[in-house]
């Protein structure tokens, strides 16, 4: 193999790998049902803002009085961010409305697709802007 070869045979493993990751990005509706919306309204007990998707974690109290600790999924933080929303603004301890699609597996899952937060203010989350 000659030196140009080489660097041909590089910069296509180069290229491949750069690319990997865009693979693996799952689709939402592998997981999710858009045509199953749920609302829940709870506590917020815990915000994992990182990469590559931020989850909001709530305590929500069932029919029956008890808690159900739910899990909601959203972009990454700064697709959130250039969206104007901020960790500050997520309070542990606030009671918030969150609408979002439903897991597949019937689990205390969802898509994050609108938040209302304790003081009335809305934020709504348009897929596809991650």
Do not use: C
């Not at 865009?22 to 803002?49: C, E, M, Q």
């Not at 250039?82 to 409305?97: C, H, M, Q, Y």
């Amino acid at each position: 193999m000659n030196t140009k070869q080489l660097r041909i045979a590089v910069a296509i493993l180069g290229s491949i790998a750069v690319a990997l990751p865009a693979f693996a990005h799952h689709s939402l509706t592998a997981v999710y049902d858009p045509t199953k919306p749920v609302i829940v309204k709870g506590k917020l007990t815990r915000v994992n803002w990182a990469n590559p998707h931020i989850f909001v974690y709530l305590d929500v109290p069932n029919q029956g009085g008890q808690v159900e600790q739910w899990s909601f999924e959203s972009g990454p933080p700064v697709a959130l961010t250039r969206a104007g929303v901020k960790r500050s603004d997520f309070i542990v301890g606030d009671v918030v409305t969150i609408t979002a699609w439903a897991a597949k597996d019937g689990s205390n899952l969802g898509r994050l697709n609108q938040i209302k937060y304790s003081d009335g203010h809305v934020f709504v989350y348009k897929i596809g802007t991650e």
